[in-house]
C-alpha cells in the first residue's frame, strides 16, 4: 500500500509522515523532522493553484487535499 504509492510519487490515505516525506518533501516550516512529525497538518504553501496540505491522525495520512486546477 504505502511504499507502492511512494515508488509511484502518490499520497494515499495510511500513509506515514515519513512516506509523505519522500513524495513531497517536507512542508517548508522550520523546525527539525521530529517536530514536523508531531504536527497534525502539514501545508505546502505555493501560489494558486499549486498549495496543498495533508492532515494526519495518530501519525497516518487521514485527508490530503492535492494542489488544484487554475478554472
Same mark, same amino acid.
Given at each position: 500500500?504505502?511504499?507502492?504509492?511512494?515508488?509511484?510519487?502518490?499520497?494515499?490515505?495510511?500513509?506515514?509522515?515519513?512516506m =509523505?516525506?519522500?513524495?513531497? *518533501?517536507y512542508?517548508?516550516? %522550520?523546525?527539525?523532522?521530529?517536530?514536523?512529525?508531531?504536527?497534525?497538518?502539514w501545508?505546502?504553501?505555493?501560489?494558486?493553484?499549486?498549495?496543498?496540505? =495533508?492532515?494526519?491522525h495518530? *501519525?497516518?495520512?487521514t485527508? %490530503?487535499?492535492?494542489?488544484?486546477?487554475?478554472?
Amino acid at each position: 500500500m504505502g511504499w507502492q504509492a511512494v515508488a509511484h510519487r502518490s499520497v494515499v490515505i495510511g500513509m506515514t509522515h515519513e512516506m =509523505v516525506a519522500a513524495v513531497l *518533501g517536507y512542508p517548508a516550516h %522550520y523546525g527539525t523532522v521530529a517536530q514536523l512529525d508531531r504536527l497534525t497538518k502539514w501545508n505546502y504553501d505555493a501560489p494558486t493553484p499549486f498549495q496543498s496540505s =495533508v492532515t494526519f491522525h495518530e *501519525g497516518r495520512v487521514t485527508e %490530503y487535499d492535492p494542489p488544484g486546477n487554475q478554472p
